[in-house]
């Protein structure tokens, strides 16, 4: 079957960095996305790795391994604003988009 | 805004009622999603519009009719729902060609209790 794993929840505090990993077993892969989510409103896309390596995009990066079903979104110098779900997302060989539950990331002053 | 619209953002309704999801993009893309958003569980895919056809229903129960009038309208017809149907629905367009990599823009959703 397709599943992708990240952590349910995770804290961490303003100002500091935090990293919120993703691991995947899909039939074929054709990119990964990252969305954000805050409580009651729509999913935003973050990012899109299809290579791997290191996508950053000012404070959010995202990385991706593809030989290792691997990939993380790094997230520096916190803000209050960025409590929110994450959700990765891998697209199959068929073109479906096959979510992860999410990671709920709590910021603490 | 992300270009998608839903009403109603939230709906109450008992088990032998009819009611309908209502959803608009903006953005001019040719296909549109409906998913399923429970707590702590990955976002369900329900049903794949395409250029107006319907190309994915994930064995959704019948309770659950969809309608695409035309390429920015997408409808949920609710008939005889079950309180476990509660969840927030998500509408979602996006552009498949030239590449079928393009994101998806969704909506807000609509919080759906059943009781």
């Known amino acids: 079957g397709q599943n992708i794993d990240q952590p349910t929840e995770m804290t961490a505090t303003e100002g500091a960095i935090v990293q919120i990993n993703c691991t995947y077993q899909?039939?074929?892969?054709?990119?990964l996305f990252w969305y954000q989510q805050h409580a009651g409103e729509a999913p935003t896309f973050l990012s899109y790795?299809?290579l791997d390596g290191l996508e950053e995009k000012g404070r959010f990066s995202s990385f991706l391994s593809r030989s290792k079903g691997y990939s993380y979104l790094l997230l520096k110098e916190l803000q209050m604003k960025d409590s929110a779900s994450y959700l990765c997302?891998?697209?199959?060989?068929?073109?479906?988009?096959?979510w992860g539950a999410g990671t709920k990331l709590i910021i603490k002053p | 805004e992300t270009g998608v619209t839903q009403t109603p953002r939230h709906l109450v309704m008992g088990m032998t009622n009819k009611k309908s999801l209502k959803c608009e993009q903006h953005?001019?893309?040719?296909?549109m999603y409906w998913y399923k958003q429970s707590a702590k569980k990955p976002l369900e895919l329900m049903f794949v519009?395409?250029?107006?056809?319907?190309?994915e229903n994930n064995s959704v129960p019948s309770r659950f009719s969809p309608e695409c009038p035309n390429s920015s309208h997408l409808f949920l017809h609710l008939h005889t729902l079950q309180p476990e149907d509660s969840a927030l629905y998500l509408c979602?367009?996006?552009?498949?060609?030239?590449?079928?990599?393009?994101?998806?823009?969704f909506g807000p959703g609509t919080r759906l209790t059943v009781l």
């Open positions: 899909t039939s074929g892969f054709n990119g």
């Open positions: 953005l001019g893309h040719n296909a």
């Open positions: 979602a367009s996006r552009q498949t060609a030239p590449t079928p990599y393009n994101e998806q823009f």
């Open positions: 519009y395409n250029f107006k056809e319907q190309t």
């Open positions: 790795n299809v």
């Open positions: 997302a891998v697209i199959d060989s068929n073109y479906q988009l096959i």
